[in-house]
């Protein structure tokens, strides 16, 4: 029976914690898409809403999840007035 994942990054990374890291920043970086796509917003006007330089935006609209951190796009969030909760669980 072949295996099977809980998401891409779980399938493509063998360190399981990064998978998870990546999702995580995966997830925060579509809901900043959509917000920006929702309202929209032109990059530069992204950028000066967020925080960041126009750049950045292109970056993210590009799918370039290594140059971005959870604090940054958190706070990318917050700047928006969408706010990030946590669960936490042990694993099963």
């Known amino acids: 029976m072949p295996k099977t994942y809980k998401n ?6 063998k360190d399981g914690a990064l998978a ?8 925060l970086m579509m809901r900043v898409k959509k917000y920006i796509a929702d309202k929209n917003l032109t990059q530069k ?4 809403l967020l925080g960041v330089a126009q750049p950045r935006i292109s970056d993210l609209v590009r799918g370039k999840i290594d140059l971005f ?3 940054m796009l958190v706070n990318m969030l917050a700047r928006a007035e969408i706010f990030v909760e946590i669960n936490l669980k042990d694993a099963a």
């Open 8 to 13: 891409v990054f779980e399938a493509t990374e």
């Open 20 to 27: 998870h890291n990546l999702y995580i920043r995966g997830q």
């Open 45 to 48: 006007q992204a950028a000066d």
């Open 69 to 71: 951190t959870i604090d």
